[in-house]
């Protein structure tokens, strides 16, 4: 029933309709065939740098890399090829064998385990495993691939890790050279600080001309931490806070009025990191500094823990029932002693709109005032 | 925003003017970079400082502080004359445009450059990139708004939009961004002076019935009541007596703080809840300790007006409570119980109460919020406003003269201060300044100041100095940068310890009662 219009791809013995421009790797996320990328970022264009997703083309002697490839009408395509698994092996084992990923994906049985394993917490500074155990993309499809990087000898770290700023650990040895992050940088938050810089085996992501993030044009959004596959770049604070030991709280960001989606991740009643909430408006998984570092104030010792009365200059610890008492009191005297557009209420562009309309409704219809301000002017 | 965020890359041309995007509103900053950069938008920027977003500029334009109604009564000069207005959306949608025509006739590009000191010609060229823009989206923060002629700016704006048929299309209106998280939504909460919810007059008889009758109440209150730049200098005088503040922090971030501090000081009484011993909580008679967002369950509505969920993520500290429990208990002790079992249920309420919020249910933004107008709960919401018609009808056209900033620079006073914010931190600090990594990144106040200011003032990079203004003085930091133009200083007011605000000029815009914060006079003096 095919019309002559419609363009059809084979992909895995079924036949697909497809639109003009969609990549090969578009019609099978489109039709839940699972292609696994690496590289590949939404909203960027893709490089095939990474070689994850490629597949095979009936009559092409090569693989093909389905995230840059465009779709075309009659296209045989194999998504799981024998051909396809033993180049995404060879890939997924030359990544795992570039740096420090000392997860479980190692052959245990390994003679030089512990001799890698020594080495690496020396160079981590911690007993730890990689930070981003058991949320690594590189991981899961080491797993799923059953592909372990023993067959490397270890490489040499190059480039050693770089703290020097509250937010963010680049650590080099870990870095697949995805080029994720860079993506993220120039083509999403178009901050174009960060870039791949020397070649070949000194290959490395740079910014500027190779300084720290923190004397570079880096202004510490945060979206490269988000979208890196590995454990290259992570939160300082949440450096080995372990994905499952959190639970995620999807919120609202309480700093401008953009209103990014965030997601809290809640470890034993305290936030523990931020991170944009993904494929939902406005903000699509990204943020600003504020939004995704800048939560500290929460759990501050310097919070208001109580009512407080001042009495004499001072002031001194009160229970709710005393507090809410004399404020009710003093508010009626003032009220019925003045008139009620002696009272004034500045509720809060900070607060939720539901403690606006309390106050609104307290300030008209309790007070019966109008005298409601906030501070939209300010 | 009369459009959404995801809009403004849909947009051929950008105005942003008065808006230090990259800092103030990063995420959305990002939007316009992207449109620039990869979707051939050609932007323009009006701004008397060299912001980032000037380096993705097709044009930038550097107005002398306060000139903004010339400028844009000077691109409308030349759209009209050389013909390039949008003659069917005027006639079809519009109404008093030979009112406008006639003010703009003397706003020449040369007499614009004698006021702002843009150049005619980059007049010239804007007013036509802008007017030959299929969809061209102005974006504007502060900068227009916070002056004595706020008001008039932000007409004009509309005026410039409307005159080439930019509204009410994708990628095209005027947007306000807001600065503050839940600003939009304190507004059509009612949080203000004059109205109820969803903007409706306290002065309309009818309005007041139905909320009378909503709440089980009689004899609201008829006259428009104060805004906060009207209580201060009320309390100054002994005519407030009493304050009840929430989650605000006047003694920062109103203008004027020396004659604000004795203002608030001559209170009677005064309340302050907050999450941290604000500079305004040290001075009240009771503190009210309220839970923070990541504590309460509720919800924001953004500078898109898509009202989007805030939930619980841990149990707030100590003995806090949400602000709405606060109130209510207040409330009951008054007479008048409140008696609210969460925030859902206030916000069902607001539903019946808000034609505007009718059809937003908690069920409904569980996954993505919704932009109001959204009368039904069968209503898919409305991204773009002013499709068919303006609320009021057809689009009035205000014929608009300039006006200069209320003070001036002279002898005494040479230089131009104007205040912003910076990237690191957010309004008074309260929350910023108490995360380590900001305040390591932006660890104190400064002032910026051109080189060649600098020189004439015998003035060393980095070194302190004491800036004044006829309301006060601070000592700050001085950083030379080529951000500010010459004549002009630029200081952060987050810093409580060296308040930008003890020199701002309190002089109001009349109708907003805005203050002037991005224009005053002041001088400086040799190490502090």
Not at chain 1, 48 to 56: H, I, M, Q, T, Y
Not at chain 1, 337 to 365: C, H, P, W
Not at chain 2, 192 to 205: C, G, R, S, W
Not at chain 2, 442 to 460: H, N, Q
Request: glycine fraction near 8%; proline fraction near 4%.
């Amino acid at each position: 029933m095919e019309n002559q219009n419609t363009i059809v791809i084979n992909i895995n013995g079924n036949r697909f309709n497809f639109v003009k421009g969609d990549t090969i790797l578009d019609v099978a996320r489109q039709n839940n065939i699972e292609i696994p990328t690496l590289c590949h970022l939404k909203g960027t264009l893709p490089t095939g740098n990474c070689r994850v997703c490629v597949v095979e083309i009936a009559g092409e002697q090569d693989l093909t890399i389905s995230c840059e490839t465009k779709a075309a009408a009659g296209m045989i395509v194999q998504t799981e090829s024998s051909r396809v698994v033993a180049s995404r092996k060879q890939t997924i084992k030359k990544m795992l064998s570039m740096g420090n990923h000392n997860c479980a994906v190692r052959a245990p049985h390994e003679e030089s385990w512990t001799q890698y394993q020594l080495k690496v917490q020396g160079e981590d500074n911690s007993p730890e495993l990689c930070p981003a155990w058991g949320d690594c993309r590189l991981q899961d499809l080491a797993y799923y691939y059953q592909v372990s990087g023993s067959d490397y000898s270890n490489v040499q770290t190059l480039y050693s890790m770089e703290m020097a700023n509250p937010f963010i650990i680049r650590d080099f040895s870990r870095c697949i050279l995805c080029g994720r992050c860079v993506k993220a940088c120039n083509e999403i938050q178009v901050n174009d600080a960060i870039e791949f810089g020397y070649d070949g085996d000194r290959k490395k992501i740079v910014a500027g001309d190779d300084k720290p993030l923190k004397d570079s044009d880096c202004v510490f959004c945060g979206e490269c931490v988000q979208v890196c596959p590995v454990g290259a770049l992570v939160p300082k604070d949440a450096r080995f806070d372990r994905q499952w030991e959190s639970k995620k709280v999807r919120s609202t960001c309480s700093y401008c009025g953009v209103g990014c989606q965030i997601d809290f991740h809640v470890k034993n009643n305290r936030i523990i990191k931020i991170t944009g909430a993904e494929d939902t408006a406005p903000n699509d998984g990204s943020l600003c500094v504020k939004g995704r570092f800048g939560f500290n104030f929460v759990h501050s010792q310097d919070r208001l823990t109580t009512p407080l009365i001042k009495e004499n200059g001072k002031f001194r610890e009160a229970s709710w029932d005393e507090a809410l008492d004399l404020t009710s009191k003093r508010l009626s005297e003032i009220k019925d002693q003045y008139g009620a557009d002696t009272i004034g209420v500045l509720t809060s562009a900070r607060v939720t709109n539901e403690d606006n309309y309390a106050a609104m409704k307290f300030t008209r219809a309790v007070l019966k005032t109008n005298n409601i301000d906030h501070c939209a002017r300010l | 925003m009369t459009n959404t965020i995801g809009d403004v890359e849909e947009a051929d041309v950008i105005l942003v003017t008065g808006s230090n995007t990259t800092e103030n509103h990063p995420v959305l900053s990002a939007f316009v970079k992207r449109a620039v950069k990869f979707k051939n938008a050609k932007m323009i920027v009006v701004d008397p400082r060299q912001i980032k977003l000037t380096k993705f500029a097709e044009q930038w334009l550097r107005p002398n502080l306060g000139t903004d109604v010339a400028w844009i009564n000077g691109l409308m000069h030349v759209i009209i004359s050389e013909n390039l207005h949008n003659k069917e959306f005027i006639e079809k949608r519009t109404t008093d445009f030979e009112k406008l025509k006639s003010m703009v006739e003397k706003f020449t590009p040369d007499y614009v450059e004698k006021i702002t000191g843009i150049p005619a010609q980059q007049i010239i060229d804007a007013a036509r990139l802008y007017a030959k823009a299929k969809a061209g989206a102005i974006l504007y923060c502060m900068g227009i708004t916070q002056h004595t002629t706020g008001t008039d700016n932000v007409k004009s704006l509309a005026n410039l939009a409307m005159l080439c048929g930019n509204l009410g299309i994708a990628g095209g209106g005027v947007n306000p961004l807001r600065g503050q998280n839940n600003v939009q939504g304190a507004c059509d909460m009612g949080g203000l002076p004059n109205v109820f919810t969803a903007y409706q007059p306290v002065t309309d008889e009818a309005a007041r019935k139905r909320m009378e009758d909503a709440w089980g109440v009689t004899g609201l209150s008829e006259k428009n009541g104060l805004t906060v730049t009207k209580m201060v200098p009320m309390a100054h005088d002994g005519e407030i007596k009493a304050m009840y503040i929430i989650g605000e922090n006047p003694l920062v971030s109103d203008p004027d703080l020396n004659h604000a501090e004795k203002s608030f000081g001559n209170l009677d009484f005064l309340v302050v809840q907050d999450i941290f011993m604000t500079e305004t909580a040290q001075i009240a008679d009771v503190i009210l300790p309220s839970a923070c967002f990541a504590e309460k369950e509720g919800t924001f509505s953004n500078t898109e007006r898509r009202v989007q969920r805030v939930r619980k993520a841990v149990e707030a500290p100590g003995a806090a409570w949400d602000d709405w429990k606060i109130t209510s208990e207040i409330a009951k002790r008054m007479g008048y119980p409140m008696a609210y079992k969460n925030a859902r249920e206030i916000f069902e309420e607001i539903m019946k109460v808000t034609p505007s919020y009718a059809g937003i249910t908690y069920d409904r933004i569980d996954r993505e919020g919704l932009h109001w107008p959204c009368p039904s709960q069968e209503h898919p919401g409305t991204p773009i406003l002013h499709t068919e018609q303006f609320t009021r009808g057809k689009g009035v056209f205000h014929a608009i003269d300039y006006i200069s900033p209320a003070e001036q620079v002279d002898e005494e006073y040479p230089l131009y201060l104007t205040t912003g914010r910076v990237l690191y931190h957010y309004h008074t600090g309260t929350m910023t300044r108490r995360t380590e990594g900001l305040n390591e990144r932006a660890p104190e106040s400064f002032v910026e100041i051109s080189a060649e200011d600098a020189k004439k003032f015998g003035i060393e990079d980095g070194s302190m100095i004491t800036v004044a203004s006829r309301r006060g003085e601070i000592k700050v930091r001085t950083k030379i940068s080529d951000m500010v133009d010459i004549g002009t200083v630029f200081i952060p007011f987050h810093y409580a310890e060296a308040a930008a605000n003890k020199l701002t000029n309190a002089a109001l815009d009349p109708v907003s009662n805005i203050p002037e914060y991005k224009v005053c006079a002041i001088k400086l003096s040799g190490t502090a």
